[in-house]
T-cell receptor, first 114, second 115 residues
């Protein structure tokens, strides 16, 4: 079972470069999320989507963009990479029946900006 | 405000010892959900348990058990007879109606089980 799949797993970017982290899920979940995890800081929500065509900002959206053209895909774009965006990024998904639904995570993408 | 506190940053135990990971939460919601996730050294986040605020029964699953106490706003996690494979970072999380389907995570507790 694939679940939530994100790519790439590792990437090194130069300051100012752009890139897209891909995320796809095969569980027909309506809700999708992007989190970043910094050492000792837990997970912080970047953006989330409640369904195709709908996205909304989370706690730390600056420097990122997302789109949700299909139920399955939720790519995260970094337009002008900065060292502060060095982090581990997790894509996740859940059903849409309200609070309490379990979030399932992808395996993470390690991004370093130099 | 929604908040999850895991005061223990790092814990080390010797194999076969029992260990309890603490989680304290704050919420204004009367209905809410609590979760535990495990992040092994490989990095993925693995769902362990979900508990809703109306169910204060403790739960046991193999060597894992969870103690939910609304009176103290705590949702503690105990591993009995710890094993090296239990070494991981463990996250407690909270979600509730006021946050839609967003989760609030604690900062995690890093558990090292020494053989």
């Amino acid at each position: 079972n694939a679940g939530v799949t994100q790519t790439p797993k590792f990437r090194i970017l130069k300051i100012g470069q752009s890139m897209t982290l891909q995320c796809t899920q095969d569980m027909n979940h309506n809700y999708m999320y992007w989190y970043r995890q910094d050492p000792g800081m837990g997970l912080k929500l970047i953006y989330y989507s409640v369904g195709a065509g709908i996205t909304d900002k989370g706690e730390v959206p600056n420097g990122y963009n997302v789109s949700r053209s299909t139920t399955e895909d939720f790519p995260l774009r970094l337009e002008l990479a900065a060292p502060s965006q060095t982090s581990v990024y997790f894509c996740a998904s859940s059903y849409s029946t309200g609070a309490g639904n379990t979030i399932y995570f992808g395996e993470g993408s390690w991004l370093t900006v130099v | 405000a929604q908040k999850v506190t895991q005061a223990q940053t790092e814990i080390s135990v010797v194999e076969k010892e029992d260990v309890t990971l603490d989680c304290v939460y704050e919420t204004r919601d009367t209905t809410y959900y609590l979760f535990w996730y495990k992040q092994p050294p490989s990095g993925e986040l693995v769902f362990l348990i979900r508990r809703n605020s109306f169910d204060e029964q403790n739960e046991i699953s193999g060597r894992y058990s969870w103690n939910f106490q609304k009176s103290t706003s705590s949702f503690n996690f105990t591993i009995t007879a710890s094993q090296v494979v239990d070494s991981a970072v463990y996250f407690c999380a909270l979600s509730g109606p006021n946050t839609g389907n967003q989760f609030y995570f604690g900062t995690g507790t890093s558990l090292t089980v020494i053989p």
